[in-house]
C-alpha cells in the first residue's frame, strides 16, 4: 500500500469521526478560536511585528559579536545570524533561514542538517506574549527565555560535526512596518491554524483517552502535541516550580506541531539534526530550570521532581 492510499484512508477515517462526533469537534473548534481570539492574538501580534522587524535587520549583518558565538557553536563562518534569526524569530524562522541558505547553495547539506538542531528555536514573541499569561513573578519569563537561549547554544556546542567553511549569507532589506504588520497577520494566521486543529485532536484525546489520567500527566501530553495548547494549560498547575519546570521543556521540545511546520518550510532538505538537537536542548533546558527553582523555590526540588526527571531522562537518552 502506498503512502498516498495510506494518508487517504487516515484522512477518511479523522472525517468519519469528525462527523460521528461532531459536537466533540464543534465544541472543541470553538474553544480554539476562543484561544487564538481572547489570547494568543492579543499577546502574540505585536511581538510578531517587532521580531520580524529586527530579525530582518539582523540577518546577514555582519556583526563581530556574534562570531564566538558561532565558532562556539562550529558553525560555519558568516552563518551567525542563523541561531539569532531562530532566537528572535520564533518557530519555525530560524529553520525556513537555514533550509534557504541551503537551497541558495550557501550551506552544505551537512552543515544545514546540523544547523537545523539548534537554530530553530521558541521567540520572545512566544514567550513574553504567553509567558505574562502563565506567570505572576513578571521575573520568570525571563530566566526561561535565558535558560532557553544558553540551552540552544550548548545543544549547538554538543552536537556532532561542524564547519569553519565561510558562508556569504546575503543582507535583506529592512522591513518596514505595514511590511511586518501584514507578514505577521499571516505567521497568527498559520498559528492559531494549528492551535484550532490541535485543539480539535485534544478534544477527542479529552473526551477518549486523557480524562482518565493525572491532571500533569494530561498536561504534559497536550504540551507535546501543541506548544501554545499545552502553556496555556499550565495555568491549571498550582506549583509555580512544576509550572516553570514544564514551560521550559514544551519551549525547548516545541512539539509534534512545531515539528510539523518545520517539516513544511524546510521541504525536501527533511529534519536534518532537528529531533536530536530539540530533544538534547530540552534534556539541558529542564536541568537549568531545576537549578532555577532550587535556588529561587524550593530547596527540596530534587526530591519533588526527580521522578519526572528521570523519566525525561530516561526518554530522551533511549
Not at 511585528?49 to 559579536?65: E, K, N, R, Y
Not at 569553519?164 to 532589506?173: C, D, E, F, M, Q
Not at 491532571?215 to 501554545?228: K, P
Not at 527540596?300 to 528521570?310: E, K
Request: hydrophobic letters at 50%.
Amino acid at each position: 500500500m502506498g503512502s498516498k492510499l495510506r494518508r487517504g484512508i487516515l484522512a477518511s477515517l479523522c472525517m468519519l469521526i469528525l462527523i460521528l462526533d461532531s459536537k466533540t469537534a464543534l465544541e472543541s473548534g470553538a474553544a480554539g478560536l476562543q484561544i487564538c481570539i481572547m489570547q494568543v492574538i492579543p499577546a502574540l501580534l505585536p511581538f510578531f511585528v517587532l521580531s520580524l522587524m529586527i530579525s530582518s535587520a539582523f540577518t546577514g549583518a555582519d556583526i563581530p559579536l556574534f562570531r564566538p558565538l558561532g565558532r562556539l557553536c562550529r558553525m560555519p563562518a558568516g552563518s551567525e545570524t542563523l541561531l539569532i534569526l531562530g532566537l528572535l524569530g520564533g518557530y519555525p524562522a530560524g529553520a525556513q533561514g537555514v533550509s534557504q541558505a541551503y537551497y541558495d547553495g550557501q550551506l552544505s547539506k551537512e552543515d544545514a542538517n546540523r544547523l537545523l538542531g539548534f537554530c530553530s528555536n521558541a521567540g520572545p514573541a512566544f514567550l513574553f506574549g504567553i509567558g505574562s499569561a502563565i506567570f505572576v513573578e513578571r521575573w520568570l519569563p525571563w530566566a526561561l527565555w535565558l535558560i532557553h537561549m544558553v540551552s540552544a547554544v550548548l545543544t549547538g556546542y554538543l552536537l556532532p560535526g561542524g564547519s569553519s567553511a565561510t558562508v556569504r549569507l546575503p543582507g535583506k532589506k529592512p522591513v518596514t512596518l505595514p511590511e511586518a504588520l501584514e507578514r505577521a497577520i499571516q505567521i497568527m494566521a498559520k498559528v492559531c491554524g494549528w492551535i484550532v486543529l490541535f485543539r480539535v485532536l485534544q478534544g477527542f484525546l479529552d473526551r477518549w483517552l486523557l480524562w482518565a489520567i493525572p491532571s500533569t500527566t494530561r498536561i504534559g501530553i497536550i504540551g507535546m502535541l501543541e506548544l501554545a495548547n499545552g502553556c496555556l494549560q499550565l495555568t491549571q498547575i498550582g506549583d509555580v516550580g512544576l509550572r516553570a519546570l514544564l514551560c521550559s521543556g514544551f519551549l525547548a521540545l516545541g512539539g509534534i506541531c512545531v515539528t510539523m511546520q518545520t517539516v513544511s518550510v524546510t521541504g525536501p532538505l527533511g529534519l536534518g539534526m532537528y529531533i536530536p538537537g530539540k530533544v538534547l536542548q530540552c534534556t539541558i533546558s529542564m536541568l537549568m530550570t531545576v537549578c532555577l527553582i532550587w535556588v529561587c523555590f524550593s530547596r527540596s526540588v530534587l526530591v519533588h521532581y526527580a521522578p519526572l526527571l528521570i523519566i525525561v531522562l530516561a526518554c530522551f537518552t533511549a
